[in-house]
């Protein structure tokens, strides 16, 4: 570890050579313009092909997917390669255009193709199920599969038409509303005799500052301010699971979760399993809490010092050795992971710098399966900041080994998406351990892991358990007071933090900024999904060594050519078996085992 961080990451900037040479590379306008004339032919070629007496024959099938395939490639490689050269810096309006440019000719070509599904979803049962067991299209089945699974809540042509033209001034209304009233809020924050007007995002960031009567007066500010907003918050959040209602209704499903699930490719025992797990274990959330109260050295930890820091970080990692950090211990897994995690270093398709105009954050951009994945962060040195280039290096390394599952199966469902990202900062946090001798700097490491999986656990669980009560409360009470919102609210928080933290009356509001709930229901379990499957297979690994290597390399190459608990049954896993989310717990309870042995 040295303190010449900046010197070292300045110039690690990507080369985005393998997709384009630049914007005015030829090859670019050449491959929309192909794409929308391969289309086209596609469309002479199959309209009218597939909801045919009798069904289609499976050769057919085959060839169009594969055309369809090679059209989506060149549109998807022109806007992957528009967003990364917007990514890197967003300031030239060039970049925009280019962006806005490829993702509107690509919307054009997949608007030009979209009849195929519909096609196939039109086809009756026993003609569809024949063209997915048919050896021609054995590469395809799982995508031909899982479209058809919407065909019990599809309405007629007519009926979705008017529900999509309504949508504009309806649901989707009433979020937009929420997403413009939010932004504009404004948090007026007592400090030092003066007062400070800040955004939500600015006022939450607060929550994470050392003193405490900062963070108490954010949290203060933050309640008035979303109590002065009820009527719009409370109005928008009743019209909106409504909405839900009437929807689900419409479509036949068969309780508020069953959408969500049926995108997820997940059914309702296994997410039931997975929150009776974490609900069972919520004893290491209070005694983790019941740790950080000592550490902080307070009488009581309330509501708003639950992010509270541990101290300032003093150590600073160069680039250099964040990459042998990361490359050590992905290859001490397996050489293969090492090799693959080395070309993004090697082969600079990753860019760490901090540079103005670059976009924060950090992500894995799959681009598309003939190219290769491309990674951005922006490198400050910070321990965090080394687990966040493992975190996306897994997200990288999952991208690369699924590319030949080819466009339409490369890319998991939302529950499996993060399996190599956590799993990467599963096998670099435990390098830093073994590395890190100081018990300060271990204590700081563990906690932080342990927060990070109690935010990704058990609190989104929580919210997803508040979400289910919400929507049960408003179809089974009718129209919600928002006291009654609140009351849901708080007693979800209070099984979830037990006498570990104390949660104050104004904490009671603290459900009606969360944007989950309004643009994407039930989205949330799927963190915790995510987050407990990587912990339980980590642990399986733990347990099994070296010949649970191939078979969790055989996951991650399958992508998204599987539905979940198909992929993972090679690994000897059962997700509906509340065991399995049990396995994923003990990793947490050591952590929070051996942070009460360090403090002492
Ligand atoms: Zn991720």
Not at 127 to 149: K, T
Not at 488 to 500: C, M
Not at 501 to 517: E, K
Not at 566 to 588: A, S
């Amino acid at each position: 570890m040295d303190t010449t961080v900046s010197s070292q990451v300045e110039s690690v900037a990507w080369d985005l050579g393998d997709l384009y040479a630049g914007p005015d590379d030829p090859r670019l306008a050449a491959d929309l313009a192909d794409a929308l004339e391969a289309a086209q032919q596609f469309d002479r070629q199959y309209r009218g092909k597939v909801a045919i007496a009798g069904g289609p024959s499976p050769e057919l099938v085959a060839s169009a997917l594969a055309a369809m395939e090679g059209i989506l490639e060149r549109t998807g490689k022109a806007s992957a390669y528009a967003d990364l050269l917007h990514a890197s810096d967003v300031t030239p309006a060039a970049h925009g255009a280019l962006v806005a440019m490829t993702h509107e000719k690509g919307s054009a070509v997949r608007q030009a193709l979209i009849f195929f599904e519909l096609e196939w979803l039109a086809l009756d049962d026993d003609a569809a199920q024949r063209v997915i067991d048919a050896p021609a299209c054995q590469h395809y089945r799982h995508f031909l599969r899982s479209l058809r699974r919407y065909r019990p809540h599809v309405l007629t042509e007519p009926e979705e038409k008017i529900l999509e033209d309504k949508a504009n001034t309806g649901g989707r209304a009433f979020a937009r509303l929420f997403d413009e009233l939010v932004s504009s809020l404004v948090f007026e924050v007592e400090s030092d005799g003066g007062v400070q007007r800040l955004n939500e995002s600015e006022a939450l960031a607060l929550l994470y500052d050392h003193r405490r009567d900062v963070r108490r007066a954010a949290a203060a500010a933050i309640t008035r301010t979303l109590q002065d907003n009820q009527l719009a918050i409370g109005f928008i959040f009743n019209t909106l699971t409504q909405d839900h209602a009437v929807d689900d209704r419409l479509r036949s499903f068969a309780g508020p979760m069953a959408a969500r699930h049926l995108a997820n490719e997940i059914d309702a025992p296994t997410v039931d399993a997975l929150m009776r797990a974490c609900e069972s274990r919520h004893d290491l959330v209070h005694r983790y809490y019941r740790l950080k109260r000592r550490l902080l050295d307070l009488d009581t930890l309330v509501d708003f010092d639950r992010y509270a820091p541990l101290g300032p970080e003093t150590t600073i990692t160069s680039w250099d050795r964040c990459q042998e950090i990361v490359l050590t211990a992905y290859g001490a897994f397996a050489p293969r992971m090492r090799e693959i995690a080395a070309l993004f270093f090697e082969r600079r398709w990753i860019d760490a710098t901090i540079r103005p105009g670059k976009r924060g954050g950090a992500f894995s951009h799959s681009t598309v399966p003939s190219v290769h994945p491309y990674v951005l962060a922006n490198y400050t040195g910070k321990l965090h900041d080394v687990m966040t280039i493992a975190h996306e290096l897994g997200h990288g390394v999952h991208q690369y080994l699924s590319r030949p599952r080819g466009y339409l199966q490369a890319d998991t469902p939302l529950t499996m998406a993060e399996t190599a990202s956590v799993f990467g900062e599963m096998l670099v946090f435990e390098q830093l351990l073994r590395e890190v001798a100081d018990a300060p700097t271990r204590l700081r490491l563990l906690c932080g892991k342990i927060e990070d999986t109690i935010a990704t656990v058990f609190r989104q669980i929580a919210l997803t358990r508040f979400e289910q009560r919400l929507h049960d409360a408003r179809r089974n009470e009718g129209e919600l007071s928002r006291e009654r919102i609140c009351t849901l609210w708080q007693g979800i928080n209070a099984a979830l933090y037990g006498d570990a933290v104390t949660l104050t009356d104004d904490y009671r509001w603290w459900w009606s900024y969360i944007p989950h709930f309004v643009h994407t229901p039930f989205y949330c379990y799927a963190y915790g999904f995510g987050e407990l499957l990587v912990l339980a297979l980590y642990e399986t690994y733990r347990r099994e060594g070296a010949v649970f290597v191939p078979k969790y390399l055989e996951l991650l190459a399958a992508g998204g050519s599987e539905t979940p608990s198909t992929l993972l049954r090679p690994l000897g896993v059962d997700i509906t078996d509340p065991g399995f989310w049990h396995l994923g717990l003990e990793p947490l309870d050591n952590m929070v085992r051996q942070a009460e042995a360090l403090a002492g």
